[in-house]
């Protein structure tokens, strides 16, 4: 019953390469999150859609691309991948509104080389 | 945009004691303050949140404590155990905001034999 799932759980590439990480919810939320952990823990919001619809865009680089196919599913592709790029990647998701619990997924471990 | 400020970055207590952790935050505008736990290599989980409409929230040995005028939020653990041993997050947001939480940087919680 994982209410967030994230393939795949560590993805190890080379500089330049591009892939992507899949994350789906069960939850029935509308809305839906990519996260970013760095090496120190800190965690910071990179993407946000409802319903779909991109609502927040936090000053991501373009080789950074997420897209939503339907409310449960939203993917995030990186093109030309770099090594400051390693990190812990969260999805999450949530009902839409200001004041709900999100929910993570287990993350990715993206480590470039 | 909001800005949060977490203290300490590392606390180290011993079984039985308490932990306080605290918060600050920039955007009066804030209404939403949920704290995260995530223990080494899980997903961050959250443990207890609480609106501005409140002044303090507890559940067992969990408590948070939110101050509006001055704008911080603080996250008090009681009869502290090894398995409280992890990273918390605080975090906040607002309406209109997409649901979009600005992270503490986290506090590491070890909790001693």
């Known amino acids: 019953d994982t209410a967030v799932s994230q393939t795949p759980k560590y993805l190890v590439t080379q500089m330049g390469n591009d892939k992507s990480i899949k994350c789906e919810q069960n939850?029935?939320?509308?809305?839906m999150y990519w996260y970013k952990q760095d090496s120190k823990k800190f965690l910071k919001i990179m993407f946000s859609y409802n319903n779909k619809e991109l609502i927040i865009n936090e000053t991501v680089p373009n080789r950074f691309s997420p897209k939503s196919p339907d409310k449960a599913h939203l993917n995030l592709h990186i093109n030309s991948l770099e090594l400051g790029d390693s990190a812990v990647y969260f999805c999450a998701s949530s009902q839409a509104g200001s004041s709900y619990e999100q929910y993570f997924g287990p993350g990715t471990r993206l480590t470039v080389t | 945009g909001e800005n949060v400020e977490q203290h300490p970055s590392t606390l180290s207590v011993q079984e039985g004691d308490s932990a306080v952790i605290k918060c600050t935050y920039s955007d009066s505008a804030s209404n939403y303050f949920p704290w995260y736990k995530q223990e080494l290599g899980k997903r961050p989980q959250l443990i207890i949140d609480i609106r501005s409409n409140v002044g303090e929230k507890k559940d067992q040995r969990i408590a948070v404590t939110l101050n509006k005028t001055a704008k911080h939020f603080s996250l008090h653990i009681t009869e502290t155990q090894p398995e409280d041993s992890a990273v918390y997050f605080c975090?906040?947001?607002?309406?209109?905001?997409?649901?979009?939480?600005?992270f503490g940087t986290g506090t590491q919680l070890k909790v001693e034999l």
């Open positions: 939850l029935g939320h509308d809305t």
């Open positions: 975090a906040a947001s607002k309406p209109g905001g997409g649901n979009k939480l600005t």
